[in-house]
Every structure is written in C-alpha cells, then in structure tokens.
C-alpha cells in the first residue's frame, strides 16, 4: 500500500507490473522501519543457500537491535530459504509497458465493475461506518480494493518472511527489504498474525490491499475490534479500514472530489499542464478550462498522461493521496475511474490516441540522452519518462515550435533523431 518503495513499496511501479496492468506493489510505503542494514553480506545476483544461511546470522543482531526478540526472529526464519525464482522477478524488468489506455481498459473492465457493485451490497454497513469514519468513499475504498486484489481473490500465496529475506539478501534493493522484513517480524511479535498465515504477494505486499509491512505497522488499523489488524482473512473488515484510514492521512480530504475530467481551450498553453502547476478552479476557469460534466472546476493541477491529443484531467489533493498509495498515475486514475463506474456514473468522454506505439524503455533512454546532449537536464538516463524529464521535453518542444505537452511518443523521437 504505499510505496516509498511506495506502493508502499515498489515505488516506481510500472505500468505493467505486478497488479492489473503491471505492478501494483500496492502502496508507498511509508518510512521503512529497522535502521541502517547496509554492509550485509549480499548476493549481488550470485545467491546460494549457503550465503542466505550467512545472511541471515549477519542479520540476526541488526534485527534484534530493531527491537525484534531473538524468539520471535528464530522461530519466523528457521523454515526460510533462499528463493531464486523472486530474485528472478525482482530483477525482470519488460522491455515495453502498457501505454495508458490499454492500462485503464483492463482495470476498469466490466467483471471488475459489476463485483464491486455486488461487493457495495454485501458490505453495506460496512462501508458506511468506514466512510463515516474516515471520510473517505466507499467506491474508492472499492475501487482500491479491486485494483490490488480483484476484491480478495488474489491476495497472493507467497509467505512473506522468506521472500523478504531472500530479496533483503539478494542486494538489489537490499537496504529497503531488510526494512521491510524488519516490519514483518514486528507484525508477527505483535499478534496480528502468524507466521504461516502471513502470505501475499513475492514482493512483501499484502491482504485485500496489499499493505508493505511497514505501510501495516503505521497505518493499518483494528476495526471490528477483535483486537488484531487482519488484513488476511477473508473478512475484509480491517484491510478495507486501513485503506481508508491510509488515504485519509495522506491527504484525503472529505467532501472534496479526486478530480474530473476537463475540456481545454483552443489554444491552451499546454506549459500549464503538471502537478508543479496549481490553480484555483476560478483560475482555471478563467484560462477557459471547462469541466466535461458540466460542474464547477475544482482547483488543482491538469494533467494530460496522453499529450495534446488525450483526455485532460484536473486533479486535486485527494488524487495525489491515491498515488501515495501507488505512486502511478495511470494507477490513480484506474481507481478514480473504477470508483466512478461501481457509483454508477460516467466514465472518460475524450478519445485517446490509440493508434500510437507504445516506446520502449531504449526508446525513452534514448530520449533522455538526446535531450541531455542539447541541453534540457532530464535528471539522469532511466528509461523512465518522470516529471522531470516531461518538463525537459517541454522546454525542447518549445524551441522546435510544437504544442510543448511534455509527451514522449514516437513523433517526439523522431523530432529528436532529425
């Protein structure tokens, strides 16, 4: 849930990734709770059960010194063994991801809609009390659900403490797992499950939400009373609670809605576009940007993940509560608009250009080095086409002449390579 890995912990999560259209390691995950656990002798790729079996010795202080009991730590690593197979998945990365649409058809499909409408009717009182609570709405709340575990039914099998700490062990991201296996074994000191019952996902992320663990421990709350946070069973009580209770200290205003769809002007200066531009919807208004369901434009930030040839949305604060939770934007809009469909309303109006290619992560490095090499800083070669790097592109569209959306496609490569 979270993801300063963050969904809670994968941070960056692809699009195409783990859940639904790619990875959904569902959250940011807050603060990653142990201390320092670099020096730890690591696999680098070259893993064995022998060096795990090390590993886990050299970890076994750091661990205590974290305040888990040396109890808790020896029962819950004694059946752990090194796991080649999730290093496998931690280090394939796809060569291509889903472009946006494609990305939003399949997690605002039709079998996800029409369960969360049976699930709304099933959980009722629950909800109400949830949305009472935490001012959050039931269809997000829903629509979360959905998202990350297609409302339960794919909350994973994996047990987590051994992936973590062949993961933590692996090195790759070794730092940040170890954190996380820290919190897990906190979990398991707690109460709230045990260790045979804690599973979910090859990356650490878990329940009907997928929390991290470290994500749990913060935020994660006991909301039919039964005195443990069990985000694991088949009740979905607590882990649709703490998903609330999450939004809600993220950021989540209640009252307030994630956003809407907006038509721009003829003309519009596109320069205006990102999350680093905020105005009032008055402002907004005033520029001739207009909501497509006819209400009032909230404040906030336009964002146009397709370019000047897609939809356009303006989002506000509670949108960028949802990408604490997963910190992709095709993401927060696949549960915005998963949410608006289990409430019954109106999905996208405008029409995105789906006759384009999606670029590979080459094809985008390749941008990035171009853009660098004449002068327009993308922040570093990654592959990857962030904020900063759309404002580098911006600034390149605006000396070539064309509508400086920001957006990478294939006109822009060959713009580039020209």
Request: proline share 4%.
């Amino acid at each position: 849930m979270t993801r300063r890995f963050t969904r809670i912990a994968l941070a960056a999560l692809l699009i195409g990734s783990l859940s639904g259209c790619g990875v959904s390691l569902s959250q940011t995950p807050g603060a990653v709770i142990g201390g320092n656990f670099s020096g730890l002798p690591t696999a680098n790729g070259q893993g064995s059960e022998a060096g795990f079996r090390n590993w886990v010795m050299a970890f076994r202080p750091r661990a205590l010194a974290a305040g888990v009991s040396p109890v808790t730590f020896d029962s819950a690593m004694a059946g752990a063994h090194f796991q080649p197979s999730l290093v496998a998945l931690d280090r394939r990365q796809s060569e291509f991801s889903k472009q946006i649409w494609e990305y939003l058809d399949g997690a605002v499909g039709g079998a996800r809609i029409s369960t969360g409408r049976e699930m709304a009717a099933r959980h009722a009182g629950t909800l109400s009390a949830i949305e009472s609570r935490y001012g959050v709405p039931r269809e997000i709340v829903l629509a979360v659900w959905g998202m990350e575990s297609n409302y339960g039914a794919g909350r994973g099998n994996t047990p987590i403490v051994p992936a973590l700490a062949t993961l933590a062990y692996d090195g790759r991201r070794g730092e940040f797992f170890a954190g996380e296996l820290v919190a897990a074994l906190r979990i398991l000191q707690a109460g709230d499950v045990d260790n045979a019952h804690m599973v979910g996902s090859w990356a650490g992320a878990m329940g009907h939400t997928q929390f991290m663990p470290s994500s749990f421990l913060n935020h994660a709350v006991d909301f039919n009373g039964d005195g443990r946070r069990d985000i694991w069973s088949n009740d979905p009580t607590d882990a649709l609670a703490s998903t609330a209770s999450y939004l809600r200290q993220m950021g989540w205003r209640p009252g307030q809605v994630w956003g809407t769809e907006v038509i721009l002007p003829q003309g519009f200066d596109y320069g205006q576009t990102g999350k680093s531009v905020t105005r009032s919807g008055s402002q907004w208004a005033a520029l001739g940007v207009r909501a497509a369901n006819g209400m009032a434009v909230p404040s906030g930030s336009i964002l146009v993940p397709a370019g000047s040839r897609g939809p356009a949305f303006l989002i506000t604060e509670n949108f960028r509560a949802i990408l604490k939770y997963n910190a992709s934007d095709s993401y927060a809009l696949g549960v915005a608009y998963l949410g608006e469909a289990i409430a019954g309303r109106s999905g996208i109006r405008g029409s995105w250009p789906r006759g384009d290619r999606p670029l590979s992560t080459t094809e985008k490095s390749e941008i990035q080095r171009m853009l660098n090499a004449r002068g327009f800083d993308t922040g570093g070669v990654d592959g990857k086409i962030g904020s900063q790097t759309s404002e580098a592109i911006k600034a390149y569209q605006r000396t070539r002449g064309v509508t400086a959306d920001g957006y990478a496609d294939t006109r822009l490569l060959a713009l580039l390579r020209g």
